[in-house]
T-cell receptor, first 113, second 114 residues
Framework: GAGVSQSPSNKVTEKGKDVELRCDPI?????LYWYRQSLGQGLEFLIY????????KSGLPSDRFSAERTGGSVSTLTIQRTQQEDSAVYLC???????????FGQGTRLTVV | GNSVTQMEGPVTLSEEAFLTINCTYT??????LFWYVQYPGEGLQLLLK?????DKGSNKGFEATYRKETTSFHLEKGSVQVSDSAVYFC?????????????FGKGTLLTVNP
């Protein structure tokens, strides 16, 4: 696609429910990243994919968070048993490789009530 | 570990004023440095970057120079416009193989009044 696409744009969920956030990177971009933007913490790295593998998961805050990528393209970030502190904007980004520019999606605003 | 510290603002200026947003960093290697901008209701966009010491990144009248001796990458613009109102993020990326994950500052909200 023309840009990084994320869905849904907004998600309200009840505490304790599971949620799935989707990212469709720019076609041909091999590297994909998830970040979280919250008022208290700013922008934090969560996980990096190169192709379908995730060599860097160091930013995932707990084992309730997981992500996968299939076909070297679409990625899904799953949060299990959501907590109120998970409320944030979740951003996906992709890069073609080398020192290419990182392009960001519009984000998914997650609100846990 | 890596970290970025930038003035948090908010910064409020009148149109045509001079802008400086300070950014300093800590990194273990030789990072690339970036300024990203987030306009109201839009996603993050790369504004400019510099990949080595003494490089100057520039775009849309904004400039920043990679200063290794002071570990700084301050953003400047000589004459701001109302349309520059946005949140500005300083960031760095260590060239760890193909992993270009970014470490961000907390962002600076800029409001430019006519």
């Amino acid at each position: 696609g023309a840009g990084v696409s994320q869905s849904p744009s907004n998600k309200v969920t009840e505490k304790g429910k599971d949620v799935e956030l989707r990212c469709d990177p720019i076609s041909g971009h091999t590297a994909l990243y998830w970040y979280r933007q919250s008022l208290g913490q700013g922008l934090e790295f969560l996980i990096y994919f190169q192709g379908n593998s995730a060599p860097d998961k160091s930013g995932l805050p707990s084992d309730r968070f997981s992500a996968e990528r299939t076909g070297g393209s679409v990625s899904t970030l799953t949060i299990q048993r959501t907590q109120q502190e998970d409320s944030a904007v979740y951003l996906c980004a992709s890069t073609k490789g080398g020192q290419g520019t990182t392009f960001f999606g519009q984000g998914t605003r997650l609100t846990v009530v | 570990g890596n970290s970025v510290t930038q003035m948090e603002g908010p910064v409020t200026l009148s149109e045509e004023a001079f802008l400086t947003i300070n950014c300093t960093y800590t990194a273990t290697g030789y990072p690339s440095l970036f300024w990203y901008v987030q306009y109201p209701g839009e996603g993050l966009q790369l504004l400019l970057k510099a990949t080595k010491a003494d490089d100057k990144g520039s775009n849309k009248g904004f400039e920043a120079t990679y200063r290794k001796e002071t570990t700084s990458f301050h953003l400047e613009k000589g004459s701001v416009q109302v349309s520059d109102s946005a949140v500005y993020f300083c960031a760095l990326s260590d060239l760890g193989g193909s992993n270009y994950k970014l470490t961000f500052g907390k962002g600076t909200l800029l409001t430019v009044n006519p």
